[in-house]
């Protein structure tokens, strides 16, 4: 594989202006992530004491899984005070979108260059979100049938999704297995086909609930990278946080004063509001099988879902005795991570930076400073075929990835057609207009006359119309090869309107180059970046 880097000319500049070191942006973090300065700041921050516990938590989350020698160091290095760079998402589908994976890349890659900068351990850690509940966002993903340019959605089916946290969640093994089936299915066959299938087969039969099958994925492709997994919702991590979810709770009248007005500054500076809670106490709370928001009404804590309250000695009597009910809401999230780890940087995607500028001035009332916070590394994978086709329709890559092919389509279809065709057929058009404008004039005093002619305006405009669009048409059926071919090209790089990591899974391409292919020479190698990455498969 080789790889480039493209500025891609995206509608949302939100990451460009953050490149361009925008100040309107930059007010709401606590470090400029382009200065090198920044991150020797922060790689000199005191570590906050939790590291000898939080390893020792990481070392049994990982205890089912073989270790390579690069996870062994960085479990040792993260006992012995280590910075580390981290970054989460939830569980998808066979992992989910792809985005998830360069998630990840972006989290090595940063940890592997500030470790050869600073010539000192610094740890790639990925937070697996297995406290989040909003099932319908993970149980499904996208397969494409390249040959065709066809996107199929592949979904895990249940009747009785669940109503908890996805890590509380134990899925059907034969339902899961059935999804599996339908993936490969559309999948071309590869020499690597076979084995992957039933390597992820196994996995499925191995794990006992929904994140497990995700950890053992992302396990078995970065394990050589020293990458360390933990899952929010860990049991033992929870009692660890203990301490913080009861500050949380102490504290949640002034968080959720400091969160409201901070949105209201991003919002005075231009920034789309991010965070959407109507709670004021920002923590879940797992009861009756369900997890439930807490909110503070009247003196008393109550639950979203039912009609239990709390008093707040209470309420801390219950978060010491069983913390394994209570996790994060997206606000209080960010605050957990960095309450635990000696953290340089964050990453994450757009939405997720734009939701931590909302966020500082909640890091301050708590006495922690935010780390510097990254866009997460993007990448489209191009392959010779698709190159092959941009180079003979003569296209830009980066406006396809930002734009899709739409326009490019309907330049080739008019370059196709007859000139003096559509020149005549314009002419009748506006002979038309022309015609409707004199007699509208003509006939103004009659309104019954005046409704007739614009009738039949509207019939004969309609014909004119359907005249051009038919002619078209034809063209387009005359290239109907050129037409798959920009389907092809839109179904690739621009799917679904979108970009190609949001919508394709990273099966896709292990089925192509194998399960090993991010851990390997397979991959090339990369340095961090704003702009986007192109890898030529």
Not at 14 to 22: A, C, G, S, W
Not at 126 to 139: L, P, Y
Not at 407 to 416: K, L, N, P, T
Request: glycine residues 4%.
């Amino acid at each position: 594989m080789d790889c480039l880097n493209i500025t891609v000319n995206e509608s949302d500049q939100f990451i460009n202006r953050l490149k361009q070191q925008d100040k309107t942006l930059l007010q709401f973090f606590d470090y400029d992530p382009v200065e090198a300065e920044s991150y020797a700041r922060r790689m000199q921050q005191p570590n906050n004491g939790r590291e000898r516990e939080v390893a020792k938590v990481v070392r049994q989350y990982m205890a089912d899984l073989k270790l390579s020698e690069a996870q062994q160091r960085a479990l040792d290095a993260l006992e012995n005070g280590a910075k580390v760079v981290v970054g989460g998402q939830q569980a998808g589908l066979f992992t989910g979108p792809l985005y998830t994976f360069h998630k990840i890349i972006s989290i090595i890659v940063k940890a592997n260059e500030l470790e050869s900068t600073y010539d000192t351990p610094v740890v790639p850690v990925f937070w697996i979100a297995g406290e989040d509940h909003d099932f319908d966002e993970v149980n499904h993903t996208y397969v494409m049938q390249q040959r065709m340019g066809t996107l199929q959605k592949v979904k895990y089916h249940t009747m009785t999704p669940p109503e908890s946290n996805v890590s509380r969640y134990v899925p059907d093994k034969d339902a899961l297995k059935q999804a599996l089936t339908d993936y490969f299915a559309a999948l071309p066959e590869t020499s690597y086909s076979k084995a992957l299938y039933q390597q992820i087969a196994h996995f499925i039969d191995q794990a006992d609930n929904w994140t497990a099958l995700f950890k053992k994925i992302v396990h078995e492709c970065f394990s050589q990278s020293g990458l360390l997994l933990i899952d929010a919702q860990f049991e033992p991590l929870r009692e660890l946080e203990v301490p913080l979810f009861k500050q949380i709770i102490q504290q949640h009248a002034q968080i959720d004063q400091a969160f409201r007005l901070q949105q209201q500054r991003t919002s005075g500076a231009g920034l789309t509001p991010m965070i959407q809670t109507d709670t004021n106490v920002h923590l879940f709370m797992h009861e009756d099988g369900q997890r439930q928001l807490l909110k503070f009404e009247e003196g008393v804590y109550r639950l979203s879902k039912s009609d239990i309250t709390f008093s707040q000695a209470a309420l801390l009597e219950k978060i010491e005795a069983e913390p394994a009910l209570f996790s994060n809401n997206v606000v209080t999230r960010p605050l957990t991570e960095e309450w635990l780890f000696n953290t340089v940087a964050f990453i994450g995607g757009p939405s997720e930076i734009k939701y931590w500028a909302e966020l500082q001035t909640v890091f301050h009332e708590m006495d922690i400073e935010m780390p510097i916070v990254l866009p997460r590394l993007r990448f489209t994978y191009v392959t010779p075929k698709i190159e092959k086709l941009l180079a003979t329709y003569d296209l830009d890559l980066a406006d396809m990835i930002a734009n899709g092919t739409k326009a490019a389509r309907q330049r080739f279809i008019r370059a196709q057609a007859s000139d003096e065709v559509l020149a005549e057929m314009q002419q009748m058009l506006d002979q038309q207009h022309a015609f409707y404008e004199r007699l509208h004039v003509e006939l103004k005093d009659s309104e019954d006359q005046r409704k007739l002619l614009k009738k039949n305006h509207q019939i004969q405009t309609h014909q004119y119309e359907y005249l051009q669009s038919r002619y078209l048409k034809n063209i387009e059926r005359e290239n109907e090869i050129s037409m798959r071919h920009f389907h092809l090209l839109s179904q690739t790089l621009h799917p679904m309107g979108g970009l190609q990591e949001r919508i394709w899974n990273p099966l896709q391409l292990l089925n192509e180059f194998g399960i090993e292919m991010y851990t390997t020479s397979t991959f090339p190698p990369l340095r961090y970046t704003f702009d986007q990455y192109v890898i030529k498969t």
